[in-house]
């Protein structure tokens, strides 16, 4: 069974940083693309940040470009997202992702509140 348990959420005043992390179990890691999403309420879920297998390579949402950082750890698992300067408009459930050609898993999600 495909399990992605995200973690590292919490309240944070804006300005402050948070790390989230996605521990996966039940899957070929190293073969999925890995992204986060987040949703608001009220709003669409949208991605936030991806990053592929072998090269590492990034592709950030522009609303997040040059404050978080997307990486992976293929031999723990993980996938990280290591968010600075945030702003209360970050506020929102924040949810992992594994996708290989039509597969597609998803976390339970984490929430993060940016206070003003």
């Known amino acids: 069974q495909v399990q992605l348990v995200e973690s590292g959420g919490g309240l944070v005043q804006a300005g402050d940083s948070l790390t989230l992390s996605c521990a996966a179990s039940?899957?070929?890691?190293?073969?999925?693309?890995m992204s986060w999403y987040r949703q608001a309420p009220g709003k669409e879920r949208e991605l936030v940040a991806s990053?592929?297998?072998?090269?590492?390579?990034?592709n950030y949402a522009e609303s997040v470009k040059g404050r978080f950082t997307i990486s992976r750890d293929n031999a723990k698992n993980t996938v990280y997202l290591q968010m600075n300067s945030l702003k209360p408009e970050d506020t929102a459930v924040y949810y992992c992702?594994?996708?290989?050609?039509?597969?597609?898993?998803w976390g339970q999600g984490t929430q993060v509140t940016v206070s003003s």
């Open positions: 990053i592929t297998q072998v090269s590492g390579s990034t």
């Open positions: 039940g899957l070929t890691f190293s073969s999925y693309v």
């Open positions: 992702n594994a996708r290989l050609r039509t597969a597609r898993y």
